[in-house]
Every structure is written in C-alpha cells, then in structure tokens.
C-alpha cells in the first residue's frame, strides 16, 4: 500500500468508525508508529484534513465542523490515484498548460495540480522540478484572447448559442454570425471552433484566433450528432478537410531518405501507405481542399513527388516556379 492509497484508507476508517485508535489505524494499515504519525501529521498539514485526537475516547477522528463556505466540509478527491497515475495526470497537467493561451487554462486546473501534487507528498521544490521536466515546444502559435476562449468553452458545455464578429483572411472580410458551437479543436498549435452556422446552415470551422467579438445567447445551440461532424469536417487532409467539398485521394512518393521519417507519421487516419521494392515510400490520403495538403508537400521539397492527380500536380509545380523565381 503507498502513500496516497493510505491516505485514502485512513479517511475512511475515521469516516467510518467516528474515533478510532493509534493501535488499530496502524495495524489496518500495516505501518510503523513513526510513518502512520507522519500520515496523520501530512493529512493535516498539507491537505487540511481536520483530523484531532480525543483524549477522552483514546483515538483519532474527524473535528465536529458545521460545513459553511469559508469552511466546507473535508473530502480527499473523489478518486484513488496510485502515485505512478499522480504522476500521469501531472505530467497531463504540464502538456495542457503548453497548449494554453493567456493561461486560461492552468488558472481552471491549477487548484486540481495543487491537490495532485499534495497527495504525492513531494514538498513545493521537487513538484516544481517535476513540471519542469515535462516540455511541450509549440511553434508558430496563434494566440488567443482567453475572454474568447472562456465564453466560447462555457457556451460549449452548456449547449449555448454564440453571436461571432469573424475576420476571414481569405478575401478579408469580416461578418457577424450567430452559432451553435459543437466542437473545439486545437491543431498545429492554434484552436478551432467547429459549430453550425445558422447564417449559411451548415457546419463551419472558425479560427479562434480571428474573432474579433463574441457574445452569448440565451438560445439553445443546435444539436449535431458526432457521426455528422467528423463526417463533415474530418473526411479530408488537415484543418481543411471537409465543408462540403469533393473528396480526391492524392497519392505521394518518397524517396527512399525521406521515407525513414514519413513511414512513422500518421497524416489522416484514413491514410493507405506501402514501401515500394526500391526502398522508397508511398502515401496515399483523402484532401478535399489541397491548401494544406500542398503546403506540406512542398515542405518535403525535392524528397517527395505527387503521382497520378493532375490538378495537385498542376498546383504544387506552379507554386515551386514561383518560389524558385523568387530566389533566381
């Protein structure tokens, strides 16, 4: 039995038992004197527990405490964690924060990384050493205004509707919508708002970082099943897979250096991929839009060629014309 499952266990014999003694709280929990007062002593310290010693009945229990805001009733979690699972969720926690904005998130989870890291029993420089060793690198990040972020969550879990001001970069304009959120995403580092738009009557994905204003209604958003969602916005390649549009299948040969790090990377989930007898690598994935998808083949430069689809083709060789005169 470690730490925090003695913790646990010692909450619930004194929950149980109303006052129980020094003797048998040791015996339950097959330790030492010295480490069950130290239990008793972390317990109080550290997650104030309101543990006492009545000297009348010669045992420990909890302090008689009426439960008021300033001074709420005692509770470990509700869950059982293992210390290997403490140290999962905190190592969660550090992966979460890097994805934050404005720190929207860790202002929401700290109180819980707070408890986490006091079931653990590390003092505050080794938990501050354990979140340090735990990175999430993020380049090219859109930042988003945590004012937006937090409204459009709460609106999210309370099946709200949003009214939007929405800059699109595209043909720069900007419009004003009203929608019912249905999903968040965050890819490549910057977060997505998938929702129905009722303007044009279909599901849209909006950059969060390109609203302007949000506002919430009082209406309740329009329900869409999962099922519908990923059909429509994940079918193709990226953050620009769905919307409606005709889905291709673009088909791209690696060379055989290029192929050590491709074969290990998942591009769609509907991807179909073979090694070819001379070593090189061929990747096949659904696109409906090629915006993306030609942005990441040309990332590959000369190690990849685009096989089969005339348009893509098409595109991709204009676009490295142009980059090549640029640098003539």
Known sequence: MDRTERFYKIELLLRSRGCVAFETLRDELAVSPATLK???????????????????????????????????????????????????????????????????LSRHLQPMADKLQGMLGADESEARELMRRVKLISTARRRVPSRHFELLGSALVQRKRVWLRYFK?????????????????????????????HASEGLRRFALDAVQE?????????????????????????IYG??????????????????????????????????LADGRYELQVPYGDPTELAMDIL??????????????????????????????
Not at 220 to 234: F, G, S, T
Not at 246 to 267: G, I, M, P, R, S
Not at 314 to 319: F, H, L
Request: net charge neutral; with cysteine; aromatic share 10%.
């Open 38 to 104: 130290r239990d008793l002593q972390y317990l109080r310290d550290r997650l104030a527990a309101p543990i006492v010693y009545d000297r009348f009945d010669n045992g420990y229990r909890f302090e008689a405490v009426v439960p008021s805001a300033a001074s709420p009733r005692h509770e470990l979690p509700g869950l059982w964690f293992s210390e290997k699972e403490i140290h999962a969720l905190l190592t969660m926690h550090q992966l979460l924060a890097g994805l934050d904005d404005d720190g929207v």
């Open 169 to 197: 970069r595209s043909d720069r304009s900007t419009s004003e919508r009203e929608v019912s959120p249905q999903r968040l995403v965050n890819y490549r580092n910057t977060w997505y708002l998938d929702a129905w738009c």
């Open 214 to 238: 949000a506002k919430p209604l009082d209406s309740r958003a329009r329900a869409v099943a999962l099922k519908e969602l990923e059909a429509e916005l994940d079918a193709g390649y990226g």
């Open 242 to 275: 769905g919307g409606g549009a005709k889905l291709n299948w673009a088909t791209l040969v690696f060379n055989a250096d290029a192929a050590q790090w491709v074969a290990n990377e998942e591009w769609h989930p509907r991807q179909r991929a073979r090694w």
């Open 299 to 328: 990332r590959h430069g000369d190690s990849v060629v685009v096989t089969g689809d005339k348009a893509l083709v098409a595109a991709i060789g204009q676009r490295l014309r142009r980059a090549a005169q640029l640098y003539a």
